[in-house]
Nanobody, 130 residues
Framework: QLRLVESGGGLVQPGGSLRLSCAFSGFTSHNFAVDAIGWFRQAPGEEREGVSCIFTSGFGTNYADSVKGRFSISRDDAKNTVYLQMSNLKPEDTATYYC????????????????????WGQGTQVTVSS
């Protein structure tokens, strides 16, 4: 089966750090060509927001303006895992964070528009509070 599992969320004080991970498997065996993986977040009562994305090959990445300089996305190809290192966390970062895969694309892009992603994880909660 296709599998995409997020982990690493939790409660952290403002200014602290967390590293989220997104482990994915089963896509190649199902002829699901993964083009990009994105991190999204959604706070209660708010729309889903693109945080960062990364190509599964190459080095292209994108970040939301609100997290530039604080968050960093990376890949470990041997582990089929994408990470989101979050530093200098703010209360505004509190949200459920989702990992999503963009696969079988007609056009290869690293986008933070959630409408272009077609497989999603269950999410992991990040709470930034004193």
């Amino acid at each position: 089966q296709l599998r995409l599992v997020e982990s690493g969320g939790g409660l952290v004080q403002p200014g602290g750090s967390l590293r989220l991970s997104c482990a994915f498997s089963g896509f190649t065996s199902h002829n699901f060509a993964v083009d990009a993986i994105g991190w999204f977040r959604q706070a209660p009562g708010e729309e889903r927001e693109g945080v960062s994305c990364i190509f599964t090959s190459g080095f292209g990445t994108n970040y939301a303006d609100s997290v530039k300089g604080r968050f960093s996305i990376s890949r470990d190809d041997a582990k089929n895992t994408v990470y989101l290192q979050m530093s200098n966390l703010k209360p505004e970062d509190t949200a459920t964070y989702y990992c999503a895969v963009r696969g079988n694309p007609p056009l290869s892009i690293c986008t933070m528009d959630y409408r272009y992603y077609n497989f999603w994880g269950q999410g992991t909660q990040v709470t930034v509070s004193s």
